[in-house]
């Protein structure tokens, strides 16, 4: 059955189609948006192309740090102690765990200095953890800043790592301290933490932006992300060494499964940094006779996958960001 | 909320003026058939509880504190060079809507809205933040408006002076400022930035008699500076002195687009004012 006399394109009706084309005096030929194209004019709202997009972002890189402090400032102006709470809430969720696995359960089987290697991992942890989370909100907590102002999006994920990137910079001087308080000998291996930090910083800047595009169309993706950091938090070995749990008959039988927990990001940049800090950690390794070496490569392929796809996968929505 | 919708498929039938273009002057702004539609969340509606949530989940229906409003519905004009357009109508006529679609901060749903050069909303409230000093402030709201760290000193003592807070109080945070210190300082800021297209949401009048004057000077100057300026009020007063032409909006849709004095004396006409 055909019916020839409808020239209707196949699949009916666009729902774009426009009800009343609007017509011009004397000039019907020439659409508005032509007319706008002959003189050079460009859509208001467009996405730019990437690499103008990366210009951008890369101009506004002063804003983007200004942003950053500015927000962790005014994080702690309402209570008494300030900054200080800066230092004290990693000292103090170190302590929680260290009560519970080191003391309660004694997980510390292997490890010579359990509390430097607890602590370590929870500060570096918490980094991917919080940039995460707030990547989540960056979009939605500030509709109001993208409906009043022209700037790339992408600053806003990129804004809030820095802000916990500030963050990790004060725990890391606690940390230090912890770990000389320890035992641990300072050696030049500490300066291998610098390489560890800049890689998980452009790790977590990916996660953030693809979290944050999730995160401004589906607003469900906050109350649902604590229970996916919480998993995560239990397989990155930070209260267990991953060495020492593969020796575990139940795993015998599956070796994959602890590749996977070693290849796990979060596990590949906590050990990474552990190895760096802790003299004593590299021995509890060699005992299991699990190298580190490789790591290197798994954090480096980790950081750059999340960042390069994250930033696409951000900007293939940059101009609905803030529509709700 | 049907009601509403009521009144708007009538006007939808009303058609609105048809384009002229003048061949002899040259573009700024070409807004070609915007429609705007933008979501609320939290609305109202339903009983709000777990139960009801979950069967709405299972039926696959929308959220119904999900509401789209369609805000602009088919709006067309052309702005040339050298145009002060005033953009006036009732509350919830679309007005503030079409200006951040014409900033390009609101994704238009259907249509497009070309420029020449970025147009940019005058105002920076939502980047400066309250709990941090007047000074940090600046230096913030200048560079969230774009500009480079060197434009941002070399503006700052200006905004400073501009602003004429009390001595000392550039260092306090923003929440112990007065209003009126707080929008003299808003204005100083904004006003720094020279706009291809400028475009004016009600905000000129802050503070007493004398920054009023003030602020009105300083708007002149950015226009003289700007291709296209679109302003936005409910005092018809500013908008017959300050623009050669007005856009009334009726529920979104173009009542009468023309001649400052025209307009105004239909609108109030139909207004009853």
């Known amino acids: ?324 | 909320m049907a009601e509403v919708k009521e009144r708007a498929r009538v006007s939808d039938s009303a058609p609105q003026p048809q384009v002229v273009i003048d061949p002899t002057r040259e573009p700024i702004v070409v807004v070609d058939d915007l429609h705007i539609v933008y979501r609320v969340y939290g609305a109202g509606g339903g009983k709000g509880t777990a139960a009801t949530a979950l069967m709405r989940v299972l039926r696959r229906q929308n959220r119904p504190q999900m509401k789209e409003v369609h805000a602009v519905r088919g709006v067309s004009f052309v702005a040339y060079r050298g145009d002060a357009i005033g953009v006036i109508g009732t509350n919830g006529s679309g007005k503030s809507t079409l200006l951040k679609a014409i900033a390009g901060l609101l994704p238009p749903a259907r249509g497009g809205v070309y420029t020449q050069g970025q147009p940019s909303l005058l105002g920076v409230n939502a980047a400066l933040m309250r709990e941090l000093s007047g000074e940090r402030n600046i230096v913030l709201g200048c560079l969230a408006m774009g500009l480079t760290p060197e434009e941002t000193r070399a503006k700052y003592d200006e905004i400073v002076k501009f602003a004429d807070l009390k001595p000392g109080f550039i260092q306090y945070p923003m929440s112990t400022y007065s209003s009126g210190m707080g929008a003299r300082l808003r204005f100083a800021i904004a006003a720094a930035r020279t706009h291809d297209v400028l475009l004016i949401d009600e905000a000129l009048a802050t503070g007493d008699a004398k920054f009023k004057r003030r602020s009105k000077a300083k708007i002149n100057e950015l226009r003289k500076d700007a291709g296209a300026v679109f302003l936005v009020a409910h005092n018809l007063d500013q908008v017959e002195e300050t623009c050669n032409r007005v856009i009334w909006l009726d529920e979104g849709r173009i009542r009468m687009d023309g001649d400052t004095k025209e307009v105004i004396a239909a609108y109030t006409e139909a207004t009853g004012k």
């Open chain 1, 1 to 324: 059955m055909s019916h020839p006399d409808r020239f209707t394109p196949p699949g009916g009706e666009s729902v774009d189609t426009i009800p009343e084309p609007p017509t011009l005096a004397g000039k019907s030929a020439e659409s508005l948006a032509e007319f706008a194209a002959r003189h050079g004019l460009t859509q208001s709202a467009a996405r730019p192309p990437l690499r103008t997009y990366i210009q951008d972002l890369w101009q506004r890189r002063t804003f983007i740090w200004n942003f950053a402090s500015a927000k962790s400032m005014s994080m702690y102006t309402s209570s008494r102690l300030g900054q200080v709470w800066q230092v004290l809430t990693p000292l103090l969720n170190a302590g929680v765990y260290y009560l519970i696995f080191g003391l309660l359960l004694g997980t510390n089987k292997g490890v010579s200095n359990y509390s430097a290697f607890l602590i370590t991992g929870v500060f570096v942890f918490t980094f991917t953890q919080r940039s995460l989370t707030a990547g989540a909100r960056s979009v939605g907590n500030n509709l109001s800043l993208i409906r009043a102002l022209h700037f790339p999006r992408a600053s806003l994920p990129f804004a809030m790592v820095i802000v916990e990137l500030q963050q990790l910079l004060v725990s890391m001087c606690v940390l230090a301290v912890i770990v000389v308080v320890t035992g641990e000998p300072l050696s030049w291996h500490w300066l291998l933490v610098l390489p560890v930090l800049v890689l998980q910083l452009i790790f977590n800047m990916g996660i953030s932006l693809v979290i944050a595009r999730m995160g401004a169309f589906v607003r469900d993706i906050q109350q649902l992300l604590p229970f996916v950091t919480r998993t995560w938090l239990y397989f990155s070995g930070i209260f267990f060494m991953t060495a020492s749990l593969a020796e575990k008959d139940a795993l015998q039988d599956y070796p994959w499964i602890a590749k996977v927990l070693e290849a796990n990001p979060a596990s590949v940049y906590i050990e990474l940094v552990r190895t760096s800090l802790l003299d004593s950690y590299r021995g509890d390794l060699a005992a299991h006779h699990w190298g580190h070496t490789h790591l290197w490569w798994y954090a480096l392929a980790w950081a750059l996958v999340a960042f390069v796809g994250g930033f696409w996968y951000f900007h293939r929505a940059e101009e609905r960001y803030g529509r709700g």
